[in-house]
């Protein structure tokens, strides 16, 4: 479907997941999160920015009163590879001694952002700190690290749109696709 952001679907060079298999996928982790949080105190904390279109389609899928926290790191700048160096930018404020912490974010990749994000909050007293990331790349993996829940597995390339970006564009697609190469050829 090329509806309204038909200008940038032109730089994919496929579409890998599409929005209808996304919502399916989204409404499936949302209902196994509400069997498996019942009678405890979620709180949901979104990853700046990659995560949030993931994070405001899953909260409304989770039938359970939820806390709704952020933070912001920076590993990438404008480039598809990761610098390896993990900046937190924004950090939450809020006390989460025992609650059930769910770290949702959009993709594992070398796995440094949410090792180092679940290092980081487990010195905090959280009853519990679990992953829900949208996409695994198992293929790039640089630490060892599982995400507690996952909808989708990919291959190794680089994909843009639903809350992902190339240098700040496409979050907006409503679809997953892989970057045409041609797009970031000069990096
Ligand atoms: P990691 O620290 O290498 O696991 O990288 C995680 C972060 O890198 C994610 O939060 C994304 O922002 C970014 N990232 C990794 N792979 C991709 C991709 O294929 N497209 C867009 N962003 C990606
Ligand atoms: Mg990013």
């Given at each position: 479907m090329m509806d309204t952001n038909a200008k940038l679907y032109?730089?994919?060079?496929?579409?890998?997941?599409k929005r209808e298999d996304i919502a399916q996928a989204v409404k499936k982790l949302g209902q196994e999160i509400s069997r498996d949080y019942e009678g405890k105190e979620l709180m949901l904390v979104g990853i700046l920015k990659g995560a949030v279109v993931f994070f405001s389609d899953l909260v409304r899928e989770i039938d359970l009163p939820v806390k709704m926290e952020f933070m912001a790191v920076s590993?990438?700048?404008?480039?598809?590879?990761?610098?390896g160096v993990v900046n937190l930018v924004k950090d939450i404020t809020v006390d989460i001694t025992g609650m059930h912490v769910l770290i949702v974010e959009d993709i594992v990749d070398s796995g440094m952002t949410l090792s180092y994000l679940k290092k980081y909050l487990?010195?905090?007293?959280?009853?519990s700190i679990k992953i829900a990331t949208l996409?695994?790349?198992?293929?790039?993996?640089?630490?060892?690290l599982k995400a507690d829940y996952f909808c989708f597995t990919i291959p190794d390339e680089f994909v843009v749109g639903y809350g992902l970006d190339y240098a700040e564009k496409?979050?907006?697609?409503p679809d997953i696709g892989v970057l045409d190469p041609r797009i970031y050829a000069q990096e």
């Open positions: 032109g730089d994919l060079s496929r579409i890998l997941v590993s990438y700048g404008a480039s598809t590879k990761t610098t487990s010195t905090r007293g959280a009853a996409l695994d790349k198992p293929e790039r993996r640089r630490v060892d496409y979050r907006n697609l």
